[in-house]
Structure formats: C-alpha cells, structure tokens
C-alpha cells in the first residue's frame, strides 16, 4: 500500500502566497509521477503542477508563472509553491502519485485533498 499525506493549505488573502506539501510512504518501490491537481466545486479537476516520467514538470495554463513545484526525492515528498494567488485558486487540491509498490504492482494514488481558499 502506497499513502500520500499532504500538508499546508488553508485561507489566504489575494495576491498572497501558500505552500504545499505532499509525503508519499509505504511499499514504494518506483515513484514515476507525483503532483497536484485541484478541483474547484461545480468544475472538472485540473492539473496544477507535476513532476513526469523522467523528472519532466508540467504546469496547469491557470497557474504557469505563478506556481513552482519541487521535490525532495529522498523523502518523496513533493512541494508547491503559490504566489499572487487569486480567487480563482480556491479549490481542493489533491496529491496524486503513480508509480510501481513493493510487489511490482502499479498504484495510482490521490492524497484526501486540502483545501485552499482565496478570499479578502
């Protein structure tokens, strides 16, 4: 079993900054994608950042130039970085990550969501 516990969130106002952060553990044997994604309500969920097979990184449109993700692969744990935050932003955001377990046997994991609420 693969968990993913993530961390930060919460209230900020317009045009302030968040942090994030995602911890993966349990019988990892390859982590190949981990990221985020977030879903606002009444909408689809959308990618905001991820690091890709081969350590490429994509950005969701909404929040290329504002965002920033890293990782601590050491500790595969993922972290995001969001500046001049908009309401717009408020959504759950969720973990993801993909990746072969201890057994070979692929997982395809979502963190229980965080949410992040812009708002003066």
């Known amino acids: 079993q693969v968990q993913l516990a993530e961390s930060g969130g919460g209230l900020v106002q317009p045009g302030g900054s968040l942090s994030l952060s995602c911890t993966a553990s349990?019988?990892?044997?390859?982590?190949?994608?981990m990221g985020w994604y977030r879903q606002a309500p009444g909408k689809q969920r959308e990618l905001v950042a991820i690091?890709?097979?081969?350590?490429?990184?994509q950005y969701g449109d909404s929040v290329k130039g504002r965002c920033t993700i890293s990782r601590d692969n050491a500790m595969n744990t993922v972290y995001l970085q969001m500046n001049s935050l908009k309401p717009e932003d408020t959504a759950v955001y969720y973990c993801?990550?993909?990746?072969?377990?201890?057994?070979?046997?692929?997982?395809?994991?979502w963190g229980q969501g965080t949410q992040v609420t812009v708002s003066s």
């Open positions: 993801h990550a993909l990746g072969y377990d201890s057994t070979r046997q692929v997982y395809d994991n």
């Open positions: 349990g019988s990892i044997f390859t982590i190949n994608r």
């Open positions: 690091f890709t097979s081969g350590g490429n990184i």
